[in-house]
Nanobody
Framework: QVQLVESGGGLVQAGGSLRLACAAS????????VGWFRQAPGKEREFVAA????????YYADSVKGRFTISRDNAKITVYLQMNSLKPEDTAVYYC?????????????????WGQGTQVTVSS
């Protein structure tokens, strides 16, 4: 069992930055790939970024590439999502998810463990 808790969301103006954190507890965190997903009202949950178990491989949705950076600190059992140059279309509830994947996936159905989500609102 892995428990995930997101933090760091909030209200920010367009062009601003936020850093989300996903704190884990439970089984050995370094055995789990972690993804960030988001869901805006009336829309399906979509992939944002993911990081491999070691942290050596990262993946991004085209919509956030160059603006968002995912990283992990296995000693602190935390994964971060640094979000820069935020746009109003980034407004959503952001979720982190974990799974013992050898190959990182962008499919939310591949992830078994989820946090409760944190709201990010970007004003224009």
């Amino acid at each position: 069992q892995v428990q995930l808790v997101e933090s760091g969301g909030g209200l920010v103006q367009a062009g601003g930055s936020l850093r989300l954190a996903c704190a884990a507890s439970g089984r050995t965190f370094s055995n789990y790939a972690v993804g960030w997903f988001r869901q805006a009202p009336g829309k399906e949950r979509e992939f944002v970024a993911a990081i491999s178990r070691s942290g050596r491989s990262t993946y991004y949705a085209d919509s956030v590439k160059g603006r968002f950076t995912i990283s992990r600190d296995n000693a602190k059992i935390t994964v971060y999502l640094q979000m820069n140059s935020l746009k109003p279309e980034d407004t959503a509830v952001y979720y982190c998810a974990a799974e013992s994947l050898v190959v990182v996936s962008q499919d939310p159905l591949r992830y078994h463990y989820w946090g409760q989500g944190t709201q990010v609102t970007v004003s224009s």
